[in-house]
């Protein structure tokens, strides 16, 4: 049985590399559904905005009358 020196890096087999690449891969799929979902409520709050500067411009113009 033989031991690597402390100061030379560990080697990775091709199991390690591929568990780690897939572990990555459903990290970015569970950002980029957040992002997708954080996307939606921003168009949420630009619309909900909209509506309400509609309501304010229609109460102003209405006491103006």
Known sequence: MTID??????R???????TRL???EQ???KISTQL??????TSQL???HANLE??????GAARRS
């Open 36 to 41: 997708t979902t954080m996307g939606t409520l």
């Open 5 to 10: 020196p402390v100061d030379e890096p560990a």
């Open 54 to 59: 509609t309501l304010t411009k229609s109460l």
């Open 46 to 48: 630009n619309d909900i």
């Open 22 to 24: 897939a572990a990555i």
């Open 12 to 18: 990775r087999t091709d199991d390690d590399v591929l």
């Open 27 to 29: 990290r970015l799929h």
